[in-house]
DNA sequence: CTGCCTGCAAACTCTTTGCACGAAT
DNA sequence: ATTCGTGCAAAGAGTTTGCAGGCAG
């Protein structure tokens, strides 16, 4: 799907929500999907500034929720304090996040195997599956055989 | 094993590690195993004055990586702002969290296949696991046809 | 005695919120 | 014209840290 449908999904999102379509709004969201890859409330808000230098750091806060409610962005919590958010794929596939350790790299692994998980283990709860997550914590190999890490980004 | 060979258990990795055994430390240990199910800082800064009415937040807070990483405790991120802990058991059994949306309960589900799983995952990146976290979020049945929901207990 | 541990309080990080102004419908 | 959305700055929650004094080894 293009950025261009994916813009248009979330003005239809708003309206049907009832909420205004905000140049701010606008720019996150340009922002968000100018991203390849996971991002923070603040990197998003470095971003979204230069489209509309008028965006504050309440409206990323307050936009944020909207673009995952609407299944634009999927928030990616790997419980280093501060939240990631990434562009969600077309398709609704489970994905597992492994973290490497060293190099603090994101890397998105698919799972379907979650859903069946989550749904088996809630109904013998009696419990209804909202959504799982699944996060593996690594070291990087090449770090400690060559002393670098080629996946270095943050 | 009982609470004594842990106490012994945690006492021998300070000295290995050539930690002092303070009071403080062991008021903190007393009052983890004293608790049942999962707890927060703050809730130990609670039980641990009852016993030692010294500690402070700052030690609990200073105290807490260590038992973890002593394997004493497990450290459980749902991902809600405060970090919850819990008492490990004996064998390294995996463990997946099931969390109510609606009591905030947290239930302890074994999944030996999350070892497996991040094992295989992270061999294909060039990484080495460390450990996996897999969370699944549910809403509760009974709430949503009774109105009330037994499992309440925060 | 030496230096790790401690309590206290301030600092820190990320996120949320109250308010008055401004803009979308 | 309404009413929702906004920026600003302050508040909030949970956790961490600098410091001077205290206690374990």
Redesign the interface.
Known sequence: MSNDAKRDQFKSFLAKKGLRVTNQRLAIFEAAFAQKDHFTAEELLDHARRIDDSVSRATIYRTLPIMTESALLREV?I?SGEKFYRRNADNNAQM?Q?V??DCDRI?E?S?PF?EW??ST??SK??????????????????L?ETGSCKNKTR
């Open positions: 919590d419980g597992a492994v490497c350790l890397f692994i799972a979650m998980y989550g283990v809630s709860l009696g419990l209804t599956p909202v959504s799982q997550r699944l996060q593996v914590s690594a070291h990087c190999n090449l400690r």
